[in-house]
């Protein structure tokens, strides 16, 4: 799990979301795992998430678990369903209520992936 | 199968214990309970205990059995999270039904709140039910994980936020009757509604405090001194453990584990008399209730404004439930079930239901709705 989790990691700290698909039957997860979950099948290939989704639920945190985020307070937290399929936590800025469309914030913030609305037009 | 009996039960006050850390915590209500139960440690044959996040110990069913003077011939900690003490119950039912074990003690507590570091430390350990490194790092709290449901509840059910008011107010008022809860002063809708934002949308009012406390309950293969009542079926379900992990927000496994506990024991729904509900938050309690059956999508909070589990209802949660009772960890699931039975057993004093109470349905979960029991009761009474 350690590689995987790196690969993980790598992309996270760019403001990135890499996903695993299984060449076999198409399947994709966010979690990452040495195997499809759907077929079995070892060994997933990686891909890079285009970066647009739509919000399933949001929270505005004014209570943070550490020292770092106690500084940032109050900070978003998102749960969007990529349009690749894969559901993903990260942080969110501006209004996304569930359902809104949002799209990743170019390089991240606070060296993670961060959506934001998809603004009008 | 033998049948197996809560014959008795012990339940300390919740809040602040200064000075007792979690052996002396779960002493207390381990004691409680053998009196209740008119048993000696000597006649206790088997020993279930939860963890404790203010004393992490490899072993401490056994730890706790040297410390508390118990021999007993099977011993085991389980750990599953805001679930443990319906599945600690669960599991000495099941030893009971073995037939190789008579007498079970099941028993938890801590000083979650006056220990060490305290709600900081607290608020940082329970954190880690998130992923490791697809949810922790991005700094929410479990509080913001029942946000984020809380989030989507209201999204699909507009206008709900005064109903999970109401469910704060409910069991605060409630605590206010019962002795030892660890909130009691006066909260209106207002207040409730004024309360500062802890992960929005959740406020204060929203949110369990972190207490002190323990709770027992000796699980027999003979019914106590106090009545007769039998766990008369069980279930569990576990359908993912990490919210983001969760894509069916229809079925979190409440509904399987209710399910399955009602079929054990040959009841139904409408069977029910008395309600014990895990309510870590009050979107907690709002999406157990619904996703269990007791109340319809997107009315829970509606249908607690409206007093269907007063006078003359169905009662819920009768000692104030986490929110207002107070939640010290595995201890906090297990106050339900031991209010549950004393209502069902007729001794809860001033607080006593006026119905008959002889089906009872506890349910809690674990983890972000990751991990469910429900525990089906019956009195002698009881038609199945």
């Known amino acids: 799990m350690k590689h995987l989790e790196t690969h993980v990691a790598q992309a ?6 890499a996903y695993q698909h299984c060449p076999a039957c198409g399947h994709t997860q966010a979690q990452a795992r040495p195997f499809c979950l759907a077929c079995l099948r070892p060994d997933p290939d990686w891909r890079l998430a285009r970066g647009t989704g739509t919000v399933v639920a949001h929270t505005m945190q004014y209570r943070a678990p550490t020292d770092d985020w106690r500084s940032r307070v109050p900070y978003g937290v998102t749960l969007v369903d990529l349009d690749e399929g894969p559901r993903v936590m990260a942080l969110a800025e501006g209004a996304l209520n569930p359902g809104t469309r949002a799209i990743l914030c170019p390089g991240g913030r606070h060296a993670l992936p961060c959506f934001k609305p998809v603004e009008d037009g | ?31 409680a309970a053998l009196d209740d139960a008119g048993l000696e440690r000597a006649q206790i044959d088997g020993l279930v205990t939860g963890y404790s996040t203010a004393m992490p110990h490899l ?27 319906a599945a600690m119950v669960m599991l000495a039912k099941l030893l009971i039904a073995s ?22 430390q607290a608020i940082r350990t329970l954190a880690q039910v998130g992923h490791a490194f697809h949810e922790v790092p991005f700094g929410a709290t479990i509080p913001g994980y029942y946000a984020l449901l809380a989030s989507q509840y209201l999204g699909r059910h507009p206008g709900t936020e005064r109903d999970l008011a109401e469910i704060a107010v409910f069991m605060r008022r409630q605590a206010q009757a019962m002795p030892g809860a660890h909130l009691t002063a006066p909260l209106t809708v207002e207040d409730a509604l004024a309360s500062r934002l802890v992960a929005a949308p959740l406020r204060l009012a929203d949110c369990c405090p972190i207490s002190d ?24 379900a576990h359908r993912h453990q990490h919210v983001s992990m969760a894509t069916d927000w229809h079925n979190f496994g409440a509904a399987d584990a209710a399910d399955r506990a009602f079929a054990e024991a040959g009841l139904a729904r409408e069977d029910v008399e008395v309600l014990g509900i895990y309510d870590s938050f009050t979107i907690t309690l709002a999406m157990l209730l619904e996703e269990t059956g007791f109340a319809p999508r997107g009315q829970a909070g509606r249908q607690i404004a409206a007093g269907a589990h007063e006078a003359g209802g169905v009662p819920l949660n009768t ?34 239901m006026p119905g008959p109470g002889r089906v009872g349905y506890v349910h809690a979960d674990g983890g972000v709705l990751s991990a469910h029991v429900g525990l089906v009761l019956a009195t002698e009474g009881a038609a199945a």
């Open chain 1, 12 to 17: 996270t700290a760019r403001g990135e979301i």
């Open chain 2, 1 to 31: 199968m033998t049948a197996a009996y809560i014959a008795g039960v012990g339940l300390t006050p919740f809040g602040r214990h200064d000075g007792a850390d979690t052996l002396d915590l779960m002493t207390r209500a381990a004691q």
């Open chain 2, 59 to 85: 072993m401490l069913a056994t730890l706790f059995a040297e410390h508390f003077g118990l021999r007993p011939s099977y011993a085991n900690g389980l750990q599953l999270g805001g679930a443990t003490g």
């Open chain 2, 99 to 120: 037939g190789q074990y008579s007498r079970v003690l099941v028993v938890a507590g801590e000083n979650r709140l006056t220990t060490e570091g305290g709600r900081d």
């Open chain 2, 213 to 236: 406390g323990a709770a027992a309950l000796v699980i027999s293969a003979a019914p106590g001194p106090h009545g007769a009542v039998r766990i008369a079926g069980a279930g569990q």
């Open chain 2, 319 to 352: 000692h104030g439930g986490l929110l207002s009772y107070g939640h010290p960890g595995v201890a906090g699931g297990m106050a339900h079930l031991i209010d549950v039975t004393r209502q069902m057993q007729r001794r809860a004093g001033p607080r006593q």
